[in-house]
């Protein structure tokens, strides 16, 4: 809702974009539980993406 008013806000609207997307993968990532079967890949929040969040 908040990249309708920075639309063409370059710099603001690229960091809301990220900030979404690294919300979307967490979320993913706490919604998929961890039942040791290696044969899947599943996306897991990097450090990076803890560190821009924080």
Do not use: H, P, S
């Not at 806000?9 to 990220?18: E, K, P, Q, S, V």
């Not at 919604?31 to 993406?49: I, M, N, P, S, W």
Request: hydrophobic share 45%.
């Amino acid at each position: 809702m908040a990249r309708v008013y920075t639309a063409g806000a370059g710099t603001l609207d690229f960091m809301l974009i990220r900030i979404q997307n690294d919300l979307f993968d967490l979320g993913a990532d706490i919604a998929t539980l961890e039942d040791g079967d290696k044969r899947k890949a599943t996306l897991r929040v990097t450090c990076t993406q803890v560190k821009r969040l924080e």
